[in-house]
């Protein structure tokens, strides 16, 4: 595969997110041939079974996102030492309709950034286990625990430290050869 579509979620919808900024970071020093785009889940609803008879047309879009990118990379914070909720709704948004599992074998790959010193290494984990349970393929090596200082990350996505930048280079990378290996393995759908 010589180019690839990434998409990432970035699991904090607020407007100073340092998750965000470290998406844009990602975004900006992608390898040649691979292209980020964000899928987006600000407006999402609050998932409800009720809602699957008439499944909303944002979660199709969603969805249809999912569907159309190589591999997934979710960004995200951590809120008491889990995901945030909004980031666990559009998970159970992806489920959805049953048997209609958007991220079975999808690569994905986990990353987050916080001030503290263990960075998100809590909610990845938590986040590990459900994409372990919908059946992802996730990206183990090198684990994306990044700690943020004042300044780390320019909201346009430069990283001004040239270590953080080295590391989040070979993130990509290990998560690029991942995706090459589904890709190889996929089977073409019968016409």
């Keep these: 595969m010589s180019e ?6 970035v699991g904090s919808i607020s407007s100073t997110s340092i998750n965000r900024r470290l998406a844009k970071s990602l975004e900006r020093l992608a390898p040649e041939g691979t292209t980020l785009v964000e899928i987006p889940i600000a407006d999402l609803p609050f998932y409800s079974p009720d809602m699957d008879a008439d499944f909303p047309q944002v979660a199709l879009d969603f969805k249809q996102a999912i569907a159309d990118v190589d591999g997934v990379i979710i960004v995200t914070p951590e809120y008491s030492r889990s995901i945030p909720g909004v980031l666990k709704n559009a ?7 049953y048997g209609q599992a ?17 960075a998100t290494a809590a909610a990845q984990q938590h986040l590990k286990a459900i994409l372990s349970h919908m059946n992802a393929p996730t990206l183990g090596q090198p684990e994306g625990y990044v700690q943020t200082t004042p300044g780390l990350f320019s909201e346009t996505g430069e990283v001004t430290d040239d270590a953080t930048a080295a590391f989040l280079v070979a993130y990509l990378d290990a998560f690029a050869a991942l995706v090459e290996r589904y890709a190889s393995e996929r089977v073409p759908a019968a016409a």
């Design 91 to 97: 998970l159970d948004w992806s489920v959805r309709p």
């Design 102 to 118: 958007s991220f079975n074998g999808k690569p994905t790959a986990v990353i987050g950034t916080s001030g503290g010193g263990i």
């Design 4 to 9: 690839r579509t990434i998409g990432y979620i």
